[in-house]
Nanobody, 116 residues
Framework: QVQLVESGGGLVQAGGSLRLSCAASGGSISGQAMGWFRQAPGKEREYVAS????????NYAAAVKGRFTASRDNDKNTVYLQMNSLKPEDTAVYYC?????????WGQGTQVTVSS
């Protein structure tokens, strides 16, 4: 079973940038579409972005389109989320998973906090 570990979160001021990483172990994700999701306090987990197995097709939620970029390195079994022009409403725990997500793959996530 693939295990996914997110990293790269932190505290940043509004307008700043962060790059999240999601490293997979216990199996290869190179042939799978992958997604990024987030959960803000008191809210449901929501979709953020997805990327197909080659990296040639990327889709984004309307709230992040134009600011976030998903990418992947299949040789490193890792996917990334570059987040620019961050806003306080981007504050959440960010998770990666397959796209669509599998309940077995949720990890601990990485906290992103954007201060105003």
């Amino acid at each position: 079973q693939v295990q996914l570990v997110e990293s790269g979160g932190g505290l940043v001021q509004a307008g700043g940038s962060l790059r999240l990483s999601c490293a997979a172990s216990g199996g290869s994700i190179s042939g799978q579409a992958m997604g990024w999701f987030r959960q803000a306090p008191g809210k449901e987990r929501e979709y953020v972005a997805s990327i197909n197995w080659t990296g040639s097709i990327r889709n984004y939620a309307a709230a992040v389109k134009g600011r976030f970029t998903a990418s992947r390195d299949n040789d490193k079994n890792t996917v990334y989320l570059q987040m620019n022009s961050l806003k306080p409403e981007d504050t959440a725990v960010y998770y990666c998973n397959t796209a669509p997500p599998s309940e077995d793959n949720w990890g601990q996530g990485t906290q992103v906090t954007v201060s105003s």
